[in-house]
């Protein structure tokens, strides 16, 4: 499967954003899926995932009351609505699908993702 981020850009704090991960090449019913992000100078870090059901989520702990995470199957897409942007949100945001996960299960390691995205980059000003 490939998936193709979109959706960043240039907000001031306080603003919003959704990003979107559209796949191609396989349907992206088959994957859990997953969002991660690297700021400047930093490692690369979950930031949300969202079981191949679509019924659970997990969200890394300073995003979990800012940020959703949802799929539309019918649209091979996964999204991230991004509320209450903060300069330290500021990074290069990935996408990425497991192929092989339990039904119900989010996974929060970027090890376990076999396929990424090539990021889409959001810039929160102060």
């Known amino acids: 499967v490939q998936l193709q981020a979109s959706g960043g850009g240039l907000v001031q704090a306080g603003a919003s954003l959704r990003l979107s991960c559209a796949a191609s090449g396989d349907a992206l019913k088959n994957y859990g899926l997953g969002w991660f992000r690297q700021g400047p100078g930093k490692e690369r870090e979950f930031v949300a995932a969202?079981?191949?059901?679509?019924?659970?989520?997990n969200y890394e702990y300073s995003v979990k009351d800012r940020f959703t995470c949802s799929r539309d199957n019918a649209k091979n897409t996964v999204y991230l609505q991004m509320n209450s942007l903060k300069p330290e949100d500021t990074a290069v945001y990935y996408c990425?699908?497991?192929?092989?996960?339990?039904?119900?299960?989010?996974?929060?390691?970027?090890?376990?993702?076999?396929?990424w995205g090539q990021g889409t980059l959001v810039t929160v000003s102060s």
């Open positions: 969202i079981s191949r059901s679509g019924a659970n989520t």
């Open positions: 990425a699908a497991k192929s092989i996960t339990y039904y119900q299960r989010p996974y929060y390691k970027a090890a376990d993702y076999d396929f």
